[in-house]
Every structure is written in C-alpha cells, then in structure tokens.
C-alpha cells in the first residue's frame, strides 16, 4: 500500500482491513492465547469506532493502535490477576462464610472498577483508601499494616479521595 | 457591589466545585474516615458542608465515591476481599509507584493549611458565645429581664444588655425568643444581615444559607436590613433578610415554631426537607437517593432524637436507611 493513501483521513473501515491482521497477530503472542487476541483486537477497532482520529501516515495508525492494544492488555493483565486473587480468597473461606455467587461476581466488578480508579496512584495510597473504607480499618490499623505513621495515612485517605473526586 | 452582578457568580461557583473545594471535601473525608474525628471536628465539618453549594456538591461527589465500596462492606468478609485486592495489585506496583509519583508532584495537598483558618471566625465565635447548645442539643435559657430564649440545635447568641436596650446578637443556627415586657428598655436582636426590633413577641430567627429567616408567632417585629430598607413583620408572617435587602413576607407554617423545640411537623413535606432539617440535629453526612427524595411525608418526628425519627420513618414509608460509616447515613428505596 502506498502511504500517501492517508494523505486523507481513513475511514474505521480501511483501518480494520489494513490493520486488523497484525493488530491480532501482535496481541497473541504477547497473550500467548487466540481467543483473549481477538477479543482485544475488536475492542481495540471498537474504541476507534467511538472517537475517531485522523492519522497522517500508516506507520503512525500503527503506533497508535499498538499503544492502545497494549493499553487493553494491561487491563485484561490486572483484571485477571484481581479475578484470581479473589477466587483464591474464597476459595480459602469456610463454606458458610462465602457470598452467593451472584455476590461474588458483583464484589469482583467493584474490585476491579476500584482498580481502575486508582491504578494511577501509589500503591500505598491506594492501599490505605481501600483498607479504611472498604473494610473500615481504623487509621492506626492501617498505619500498621502498611508500616507507615497515622499521619501518612491520613494524607494517603485525602490523595486517594481528591484523585477519585477529579476522575469520576 | 450591585444585586444585579453577583447572582451569575454565585452560581457558577456554585455548580462545578473546583480543585480547592474537592481537595477540602477529600480531607473532611480523611479525617472523619481517620476513627479520630472529635465532636468539634464533625461540627467544623459540618459548617463547611452547609456554608457553600460548591462544598455540598463536592460532598454528593464524595458519596459517589464511597458507593463504588458498597458490595466489599456487605460481603461477610470486607477485610478478605480487601486483602484479594491488595495481593492482586501489590507485585505490579513498582511502576505505577513512580508513574503515580510523577502525576501526582503538582497535586499536593500543601494548599490544605490555607482553608482551615477561614472557617475559623464563625465557629470560633459560635464556641465563645454566652449561650449555646450543641449539635442535636435544645435548650432554654432564662434572661435576666425575664425573656425565654429557646436555643435550636448548634445554635448560639451573645447577650448584651445595657440600661438603654436589651441586645442579643445570633452568631449560628437559631432561637425563638418570647420577650419579657419592659416599655424602657427596646428588644433587639443582630445578624449579620442586619438588626431586627420586637414590638412585645414571640418569633423566632434563624440563620441559613447566608440569610437571616424571621417567624412571627404573636406580636411584631420591625426588621432593618443592612442597606437600610425596614418593614413590620406581623404575628403569622416570615419573612427573610438576605445581603441584597428585605424578601416579602409569606404566611408562617406553625410547624416551624416547634422546630425549635426539636418537634418537626411534616405535613405533605418532600422527604429530603425533612431529612435535610434532622441533618441540623445531628453530625455526620446524610444522604438521599434522588428515586425516593420527593416522597411526601406526614405526621411528627423528634428532630433531637434522629436514630428515633430515622426509624418511625422508616417504619412508614418505603425506604431503607443504612450506615456505610457510622458517621454516614444514606436514604434510598426499600
């Protein structure tokens, strides 16, 4: 293919077909897994679908979808990695303990919507905001846990909160 | 300053809060979250919760937050799935640590020690003032010239009597006032917004939302607003002072008068008006869901006991109360 095809803005549709291929390609063999490739991919031309964007050449098409594709490989990564702590914990618990199962499911998804929210955090302060007010931990609870003074989980609690309040 | 060019202002601090105001909502936050928050500190809360609209919205954003926790607290074990969280994000911290360090360097919470002090005058004052009760507390004081104050909940005045005139001054929240007769010695009591004159009464003056709300309930009174517009204000009529002047009067429900009284008399009030007024008689945040806000309510509730009012209703109407925190009380459909 000529470059100067994109001399012109492309359409979703002329990227899928140039692209769709290696785009799948790339992600399996990063997800050593057929079935998580394509899904990625699709997700991947999806949010292209939803705001469209003007690319200057196709080598830059290129870089973007990969950029992106390894955007949604990070979060299948940390999606998964919650899913199976959280399987691990449960399957730990005494049976009368356990959540219905549609309870689990739910405590997954707000585990990992959780995530999401505060994946851009430290990982202590993180940690110090979903141990007070997930489990209602105390300060000095946490401060132990943590291994930090009362008054670094105070701040944590606060950065944690203002970062969620400027995101939601 | 001219009335004309505030309001657009007003509103738009009032509806989109900007960083200052949602990095004070996330340290209320982390302080009433710490387990360490006193009485005094829910109290400075709470004045900063209901001075502005920009510090009610941030708080709502607040709650939208703390939603998001809902399903880890009502699983049997909070901490486990806490713990499922951690374990699972602990190992992949290292780069989001300096990622995070990066994007976070210009949001530091240095800009915190610069609010506190301007929330200090008025609780200050409400702390050194002759009279006072606390919040969810109702009180009569006795004067020396034989007026009854009744002090509504987290209210308080200073008294100053001279041999010229008896002067009360309402620093915070609300008092009804039934003067003792004396023909030489004129009754007046000041607010910020302005100085308000008894004609041998009963009437009651409350502090909300930058106004000053007067309630007749015998007599008269003569109300002066700061720009220097006055008006008689008879027995069953209110009326309000605010910073631009004198609002007409309207006629008065009597269910205000018992309000002092810490009795709320709902007659076909929306839900949130009434929940908003129990908010007055007790610490902590309360929230209602919008599906449920506009249920009317009937019949009375004892504002000084609010776990009491909150159960009655409750028990007659089709919601759920819950307590995500203990400080925190959230109203939503049954």
Known sequence: MDTSDYAFPPSVETLYCDHHSWLQAWLRRRLGNA?????????????????????G????????????????????????????????TLAAQPEARAPSAEHQAIVLEALQEIDRLLRSLPVKAAHAFVMSVGSGMSEKEVAAELGVTTRMVRKYVAQAMLHCLETL | MSAADTPPKRQQS?????????????????????????????????AWHDSAEAHRIAWTRVDRVGQLFQPIQKTPDPRGAVGAYRSATIAVGRRRLILGLAALAGAGLAGSVAWRPSLLPGLFLAWTADHRTTTGEVREVLLGDGTRVWLGTASAFDEDFTPALRRLQLVAGEILISTAAD?????????PQGRLRALGTRFTVRLEDGDTRIAVY?????????????????????????????????????????????????????????????????????????????????????????????????????????????????????
């Not at chain 2, 990095?23 to 005094?40: I, K, R, Y």
């Not at chain 2, 023909?183 to 607010?191: K, M």
């Not at chain 2, 002072?241 to 002092?260: D, F, K, R």
């Open chain 2, 218 to 334: 015998d007599g008269a009174v003569q109300a002066h607003a700061a720009d220097g517009t006055s008006m008689v204000i008879h027995a069953g009529w209110r009326a309000r002072l605010t910073p631009q002047g004198l609002s007409p009067a309207e006629p008065v429900s009597p269910a205000s008068e018992a309000s002092t009284r810490g009795l709320y008399i709902a007659e076909n009030d929306p839900l949130d008006v009434v929940l908003r007024e129990l908010g007055r008689y007790r610490t902590g945040y309360l929230s209602v869901s919008p599906e449920v806000a506009n249920l009317p309510v009937f019949g009375s509730y004892p504002m000084t006991d609010p776990d009491r009012a909150l159960a009655m209703l409750e028990s007659v109407m089709p919601i759920r109360v819950s307590r995500p925190m203990p400080w925190w009380i959230r109203v939503g459909p049954r």
């Open chain 2, 14 to 46: 009032a509806t989109v809060p900007g960083h200052a105001v949602l990095q004070q909502a996330a340290e209320w936050f982390a302080l009433l979250q710490s387990g360490e928050a006193t009485p005094a500190d829910r109290a400075a809360w709470q």
């Open chain 2, 183 to 191: 023909a030489d010695r004129p009754f007046v009591v000041d607010t």
């Open chain 1, 57 to 88: 050449s196709l080598p830059e098409a290129r870089v973007y979808l990969r950029t992106m594709a390894g955007g949604l490989c990070v979060d299948l990564w940390r999606r998964r990695r919650i899913e199976q702590a959280w399987l691990d």
């Open chain 1, 35 to 55: 079935a998580d490739a394509a899904d990625l991919a699709q997700d991947a031309f999806l949010r292209l679908l939803a705001t469209p964007r003007k690319f």
